[in-house]
């Protein structure tokens, strides 16, 4: 049996719009990989970045925690955490870290869980992040594509992306507040209107359609949300210049990624990306507010490595 | 040019639990005809049934009426209806007569119109039924299979249900209250929580997963409604045993069908139809209720028929 296993996870996309907590797509654009090493007690993590290093409080570590006590597994875990998908910005950093230690512990010890269990054990991890389990993220860096959440009882479908499909995403330079996805969650509303319910509604299941049919236009033109975009663009300084410069240069949706505040815009392979990103950038100055443009795609999901690269 | 034209539009099922006013699935259960024939003036209406035989009050007579003033059609015509879809029992009759006079006046008047419009001038007619227009059957029994609407703009989406999918369908001869839609309608909350939205949303969403990928069992575990079913279930008596009684005999989902009070079961070609059949018929007894069963399956839209049947 392996003493140690390297997991790679990618970023991810929550909500997608209209599919608050329930949709996620993971894209190529950052990478977490995590390393579990067997050691003789206790965990342990050490990292390339500024996660916790208190197991506790570190999302990777309490899921080793967790499936440590669940399986009855002695001994101790060392965690090594490369971190590269920048935290706090709605990229799914977490979630990445979080699905790559709950894989990785299935392989070491051989455990054989399903996708959904492991989905399961990675979200334990995110509500340390986030104050409320969702899956929507960690099922997409478990899973990989494009990701429907169900709970009662937890159940994700994956859909392959179309291969054309592209998504430029703007994360802008804010400070971000702390336990920024606890703060934005308490600006969804807690009723919502039966007709807007429905407008979301048609909006996700057309989504759901377009990645089914990899039709990029029909999921582009999905990407419509009247609850929670509302509510939360006041969080991004700029959001709506963002939006309508993006939509001008030709993405077909755009919306913000996760609690944000990065913002993504989608497209297909053929539009004039660069134009796409140079836009959203431009939004963003009218807010005073610089940001990093990165273009992606679709990517698969965890993925076992052979060899850790040395993070330390 | 032909002097007339008939059509042929199937019996639907909207809503389908999670996805009120935007699924609709066209079944092979029972089917309307409409002819439309060119006369020299006026608006007339022929039916084998108890339909309106004002145009301005029948649901077929209205998209006539309306499409003749949009496309500026002078002379007569005469609208024969042989209704075999029982109305008033959520089987979208007036629908699939609307759906049927709209695509014959297109075919007639060779309008060569997209579905898209063919399921807006003949959600007109289901305007003049239910109190407001809504597209779920309509778009179904134009386009056949399973079909998605959003509005704002129109838009609709086809998927094409698995071969194995079986839906028994239980009629109850309940005397249904007129203007039944329009009082259905009124039961549905103005407000929902924001996390039966969300639970709502998760199953409308692996619903269309499921017709995507052709996964009966997916569609059975997505009909689960919050929202819409517990609002509209006391309308029908003996449902919570109807229910109850089919999924013990192995239906996948139970569902009211559209606003009722026909009650759905799904299920696959390889379980026991009959039995499913059987149990919903004694749910119903429970509350001293008889009904109909029938076991269906999904079907293509609007069919352009060589002949018309004589109907009178």
């Given at each position: 049996m392996a003493s140690s296993i390297t997991v790679r996870t990618p970023a991810s996309i929550a909500?997608?719009?209209?599919?608050?907590?329930v949709f996620g797509l993971a894209v190529n654009a950052f990478y977490d990989e995590v390393t579990l090493r067997k050691t003789k007690s206790g965990i342990t993590i050490i990292s390339?970045?500024?996660?916790?290093?208190?197991p506790h409080s570190n999302t990777a570590g309490i899921v080793v925690g967790n499936m440590k006590r669940r399986f009855k597994i002695n001994g101790g875990i060392e965690i090594a955490i490369r971190k590269m998908i920048p935290p706090?910005?709605?990229?799914?950093s977490s979630a990445a870290s979080a699905a790559a230690a709950a894989v990785a512990f299935d392989r070491l010890f051989r455990l054989g869980l399903d996708s959904t269990a492991l989905v399961e054990f990675a979200g334990v991890g995110e509500k340390a992040s986030a104050g409320t389990v969702h899956y929507d993220n960690v099922a997409a860096a478990v899973c990989g594509g494009f990701t429907i959440v169900r709970t009662d009882p937890l159940d994700v479908i994956m859909l392959d992306p179309p291969a054309d499909l592209r998504i430029c995403i703007a994360v802008p330079k804010l400070d971000v507040p702390k336990k920024k996805t606890r703060k934005s969650r308490?600006?969804?509303?807690k009723q919502v209107r039966f007709s807007d319910h429905i407008a979301n509604l048609s909006n996700a299941s057309a989504m759901v359609a377009g990645f089914a049919q990899k039709d990029s236009d029909l999921i582009g033109s999905s990407i419509?949300?009247?609850?929670v975009e509302p509510a939360r663009m006041?969080?991004?300084?700029g959001f709506s210049k963002v939006k309508d410069y993006a939509l001008k240069a030709g993405a077909t949706g755009v919306t913000i990624s996760g609690a944000g505040p990065s913002v993504v815009a989608f497209s297909k392979k053929s539009a004039d990306l660069e134009k796409i990103s140079t836009a959203m950038a431009k939004g963003f100055a009218t807010a005073g507010t610089k940001c990093m443009t990165i273009v992606c795609k679709p990517t698969k999901g965890a993925d076992i490595r052979n060899k850790a690269k040395a993070i330390l």
């Amino acid at each position: 049996m392996a003493s140690s296993i390297t997991v790679r996870t990618p970023a991810s996309i929550a909500n997608l719009g209209p599919g608050f907590d329930v949709f996620g797509l993971a894209v190529n654009a950052f990478y977490d990989e995590v390393t579990l090493r067997k050691t003789k007690s206790g965990i342990t993590i050490i990292s390339n970045g500024s996660v916790p290093s208190n197991p506790h409080s570190n999302t990777a570590g309490i899921v080793v925690g967790n499936m440590k006590r669940r399986f009855k597994i002695n001994g101790g875990i060392e965690i090594a955490i490369r971190k590269m998908i920048p935290p706090g910005f709605g990229m799914g950093s977490s979630a990445a870290s979080a699905a790559a230690a709950a894989v990785a512990f299935d392989r070491l010890f051989r455990l054989g869980l399903d996708s959904t269990a492991l989905v399961e054990f990675a979200g334990v991890g995110e509500k340390a992040s986030a104050g409320t389990v969702h899956y929507d993220n960690v099922a997409a860096a478990v899973c990989g594509g494009f990701t429907i959440v169900r709970t009662d009882p937890l159940d994700v479908i994956m859909l392959d992306p179309p291969a054309d499909l592209r998504i430029c995403i703007a994360v802008p330079k804010l400070d971000v507040p702390k336990k920024k996805t606890r703060k934005s969650r308490k600006l969804i509303p807690k009723q919502v209107r039966f007709s807007d319910h429905i407008a979301n509604l048609s909006n996700a299941s057309a989504m759901v359609a377009g990645f089914a049919q990899k039709d990029s236009d029909l999921i582009g033109s999905s990407i419509h949300d009247i609850i929670v975009e509302p509510a939360r663009m006041r969080m991004i300084p700029g959001f709506s210049k963002v939006k309508d410069y993006a939509l001008k240069a030709g993405a077909t949706g755009v919306t913000i990624s996760g609690a944000g505040p990065s913002v993504v815009a989608f497209s297909k392979k053929s539009a004039d990306l660069e134009k796409i990103s140079t836009a959203m950038a431009k939004g963003f100055a009218t807010a005073g507010t610089k940001c990093m443009t990165i273009v992606c795609k679709p990517t698969k999901g965890a993925d076992i490595r052979n060899k850790a690269k040395a993070i330390l």
